[in-house]
């Protein structure tokens, strides 16, 4: 079955410090992967997704992500993370059509980010 | 509105009780799902609607309703709840039933079963 992990369950970063969020996926085949963003009292938000191409992928707010087959990873980056990227933020994965269920997501856990002024 | 908007935001109710919640999608999008986010636990897929129709229902219990009445609106219907229901639950809709289309969510209604 797939499933999605996200080690860090809580990570805490300095304004105007870099960010790694880690995920790692497992799956049958190369799924499509998504980062989601959800701030306190909030739905979540898209950040980016890949589907295929070019393995770094740029998405909103300044962040991007990396897919590497070899790792089953997809790390979410920020070179400079601003107090208002505090929020909980998570890994998405979803099967390529034609997959049963071509439209369901899988997510994880999800890492919460604090932000010291 | 733009937007998926839910309501009430937030909502106690004891285990008898019968409550609904809403979610509207201003997208003019043809798929909605309802989610249900618990504290350290994935996000899980409860039910998918594709033009009005039920999709999937991911082995959820009787006590959750769903309707959908038209490509808009979604509704969850509860009865006699558990207290392990207490959880956020997520509205969201989608242009198609496809993982290649994004999935825009509502704020959530944060239910608390007594």
């Known amino acids: 079955a797939q499933s999605v992990t996200q080690p860090d369950i809580h990570i805490t970063v300095s304004e105007g410090a870099s960010l790694e969020l880690r995920c790692n996926y497992s799956?049958?085949?190369?799924?499509?992967l998504f980062w989601y963003v959800q701030s306190p009292g909030q739905g979540l938000q898209l950040l980016l997704k890949y589907f295929s191409g070019d393995t770094l992928v740029q998405g909103i707010k300044g962040f991007e992500a990396e897919f590497k087959r070899s790792q089953s990873s997809f790390n979410l980056r920020k070179p400079s993370v601003h107090w208002s990227d505090a929020a909980e933020y998570f890994c998405?994965?979803?099967?390529?059509?034609?997959?049963?269920?071509?439209?369901?997501?899988?997510f994880g856990k999800g890492t919460k980010l604090s932000v010291i002024p | 509105e733009t937007g998926v908007t839910q309501t009430p935001r937030h909502l106690v109710m004891g285990m008898t009780n019968k409550k609904s919640l809403k979610c509207e999608q201003h997208?003019?999008?043809?798929?909605m799902y309802w989610y249900k986010q618990s504290a350290k636990k994935p996000l899980e897929l409860m039910f998918v609607?594709?033009?009005?129709?039920?999709?999937e229902n991911n082995s959820v219990p009787s006590r959750f309703s769903p309707e959908c009445p038209n490509s808009s609106h979604l509704f969850l219907h509860l009865h006699t709840l558990q207290p392990e229901d207490s959880a956020l639950y997520l509205c969201a809709s989608s242009q198609r039933r496809a993982s290649t289309d994004t999935q825009y969510f509502g704020p959530g209604t944060r239910l608390t079963v007594l």
């Open positions: 609607y594709n033009f009005k129709e039920q999709t």
């Open positions: 799956y049958g085949a190369t799924p499509y």
């Open positions: 998405a994965v979803g099967p390529r059509p034609p997959g049963a269920g071509s439209y369901q997501l899988t």
């Open positions: 997208l003019g999008h043809n798929a």
